[in-house]
């Protein structure tokens, strides 16, 4: 640790109030020790690891931490702050705060030390001396100091074996008992987060230290950054119950079949793990097995903490948005090539390129609509693999490689009874949910090794083609052309609401689920695009460029609002929301949540609602103003984009200015002397 952390590393009076604050104070003390290169790129990647999920843990801990390219060397800083700090801790804010920073390619022995400390945290004892050390050096040499040694990524917690021992004596001193009462219940456990750094070696230390108190006998296998060493097959099989706390899939989950299972995110691990080995007993005493270990992760709530099994109705719901954004964002990059290249195709040769015949039997070199025909057959291939696409791994999201291609032959299928977009939704959950099905089939061992690569797939792949070809197939077909006559017919008020809402979606997590949800409903209706479908396109784009552009005109027009960091963003912003990437916007919604998000989802409404009302349309999935010459109605379109973007950076500037005057408002306003602080 000694290279880890020094006495200049080591702030007992952290002063900062906010996350971000401590975050940039502690962030300071590594540029000063050369350990950051570049303090606004650092920081920009903790909040977006910050945004992933809150990093507090009961007993007042804080563990900002996260991979950056900025970062040169492994580095770990340490605050105290008397007044506490709220890290998203279902206790309270933290006092004990570890900044830790990460490089991009960290080597497995630096990592296995930060996971070293993860796991101390989990030690009364040790927070304890952090919080009673006066001494920066001391409290450097007391992380340093105490390290452990560095132990193997499979760590087997056999709790109550000097229990065991007593038992044993007592067994021949009164002439024997029964055996069973001499053998532990046993868990083997897995644990990752999507970092991999911290959470993942807590939730383990926190799953051993409560099955010592326990009597009970845990095995953890820690799925993290410094390796991944998997638990002994005899071990696994002789374990009653398994857990898993995990944020990201755990891998090779076939192994853990047939055991009772409770799943949950990996803060429950850390937070609750007494009522998880509770609860493992609980089901191991039903008899309840886990059927399906071999599904995506999940059956956890959104910040990462479960409740429990992935059973209950609220976790399906989350684990079916989890299921549908992996099929979208496999099926985002098709439908930007295949999107672009048909626009291009437009520009250079009319939309009656469209029409042309096959380049492989028609092609002059020196002809541009021999150019555009090609950019345009080429882009609608890729197009082409849209629904299939979609559908392929919606299924991969629920039940791995062997619903792959079951999820692949529904989507085509779709295609082929005309029920599109929808169809592809249906079709990738279907083959998901028979793969799943197949799976709960208990087969003899000799058959085990083909299952995934013939026997699952051709059931599968046959059962999904019935169902989509005789069963649900004509009736999704006629509800997307019902949708379609919908998007078609819109006008007026219709149609301006809907714009709203497509606004206010596309800018409330800015790239998030919802924002996600708005996109892949506007290029669905690209693969057979209609006037409704196009209009729906461009109020979809349009408002995803106003919070970019909007946090660029804010920092341009009223500098002194925002921070040095912020302002270098702002102009890196003008681009990125030129070019239709709302992300462009969430460094300043991780900053200030509360001002940004409403006026940006303000801005956005106004700009859908305009681009609906003057009718544009768009047959470009992405490309921002760069796609201009392809929008109908470009001259009303740009006007709508600026509307919406001047809404936005007027709300955005009127709310933070509330915020610089209120503090000192409100100390003026203290007669008793006492120092008001308004919270950022």
Not at 79 to 94: E, L, M, V, Y
Not at 199 to 215: N, Q
Not at 282 to 290: L, P, S
């Amino acid at each position: 640790m000694s290279e880890l952390i020094t006495a200049e590393l080591v702030d007992l009076d952290l002063s900062a109030t906010t996350k971000d604050a401590a975050a940039r104070s502690l962030a300071e003390r590594m540029v000063a020790a050369h350990r950051v290169t570049d303090l606004d790129g650092f920081l920009a990647d903790v909040a977006a690891r910050e945004a992933q999920m809150p990093t507090g843990l009961d007993g007042g801990i804080g563990i900002p931490h996260c991979r950056s390219e900025y970062v040169n060397a492994p580095t770990l800083a340490f605050g105290r702050s008397g007044a506490g700090i709220d890290f998203g801790a279902a206790d309270g804010p933290a006092d004990l705060i570890f900044l830790i920073a990460a490089p991009a390619g960290a080597d497995d022995d630096h990592l296995t030390i930060l996971s070293g400390l993860a796991r101390r945290l989990m030690d009364p004892e040790f927070t304890a001396a952090l919080r009673a050390g006066t001494d920066p050096r001391a409290v450097a040499a007391l992380i340093r100091g105490e390290e452990a040694p560095e132990e193997p990524e499979q760590e087997r917690v056999e709790a109550g074996s000097q229990e065991q021992e007593r038992a044993g004596t007592a067994t021949e001193a009164a002439g024997g008992t029964e055996a069973a009462e001499r053998v532990p219940f046993r868990i083997v456990a897995v644990t990752s987060c999507p970092t991999g750094i911290a959470h993942t070696y807590m939730a383990a230390e926190s799953l051993a230290a409560a099955g010592r108190a326990e009597g009970v006998e845990v095995t953890v296998e820690t799925q993290g950054s410094a390796g991944f060493k998997k638990l002994d097959p005899a071990v696994v099989a002789a374990a009653d119950a398994v857990i898993w706390a995990h944020d990201v899939e755990v891998r090779e989950k076939a192994r853990f079949r047939g055991k009772p299972l409770v799943d949950v995110g990996v803060k429950a691990g850390v937070n609750r793990p007494a009522e998880l080995i509770a609860e493992a007993r609980r089901k191991a005493e039903r008899g309840e097995i886990a059927t399906a270990t071999d599904k995506a992760p999940g059956s956890k709530d959104g910040d990462g903490d479960g409740n429990g099994s992935g059973t209950d109705h609220a976790h399906f719901g989350v684990r079916l948005r989890t299921y549908l954004m992996s099929g979208v964002s496999y099926m985002v990059p098709f439908v930007a090539a295949g999107g672009l290249l048909i626009a291009l195709s437009f520009a250079i040769g009319g939309y009656e390129i469209a029409s042309a015949k096959s380049v492989a039997d028609h092609f002059v070199w020196g002809e541009a609509d021999s150019w555009a025909a090609l950019l345009n057959q080429i882009g609608s291939a890729a197009f082409g693999f849209l629904v299939p696409v979609l559908a392929g791994y919606i299924a991969y999201g629920m039940a791995d490689r062997p619903a792959l291609v079951p999820g692949f032959v529904g989507g085509a299928i779709a295609l082929t009874v005309n029920a599109g977009f929808l169809g592809g939704l249906v079709a990738g959950l279907l083959a998901g949910a028979v793969v799943m099905a197949v799976q709960r089939v208990p087969v003899h061992a000799t058959l085990r090794g083909i299952m995934p690569v013939l026997v699952i797939p051709l059931i599968a792949s046959a059962t999904v083609g019935f169902l989509m070809f005789i069963v649900v197939g004509k009736p999704i077909a006629s509800l997307q052309n019902a949708l379609t006559d919908w998007l078609n017919g819109l006008s007026g008020s219709n149609a301006v609401i809907l714009g709203v809402v497509l606004g206010l979606m596309m800018c409330f997590d800015m790239g998030g689920p919802l924002n996600k949800v708005a996109y892949a409903f506007a290029v669905g209706g690209l693969a057979d695009p209609t006037p409704g479908s196009l209009k729906v396109m461009a109020a979809v784009m349009a408002a995803g460029m106003v919070p970019p552009l909007a946090m660029a005109l804010a920092t341009t027009v009223r500098k002194k609002l925002f921070t040095k960091t912020e302002r270098e963003n702002g102009r890196a912003a003008w681009v990125l929301g030129a070019s239709f990437i709302t992300e462009g916007a969430i460094p300043f919604a991780a900053a200030d949540p509360l001002r940004v998000i409403p006026s940006v989802m303000a801005g956005g409404a106004v700009t859908g609602a305009l681009s609906m009302a003057f009718g544009a349309t768009l047959r470009a999935p992405h490309g921002g103003v760069f796609v201009v010459p392809l929008i109908g109605e470009p001259f009303l379109y740009l006007l709508a984009i600026g509307a919406g973007t001047l809404v936005a950076t007027v709300l955005v500037v009127l709310l933070k200015g509330a915020r610089r005057t209120a503090p000192e408002a409100a100390e003026d306003a203290g007669a008793d002397g006492s120092r008001v602080t308004v919270a950022a």
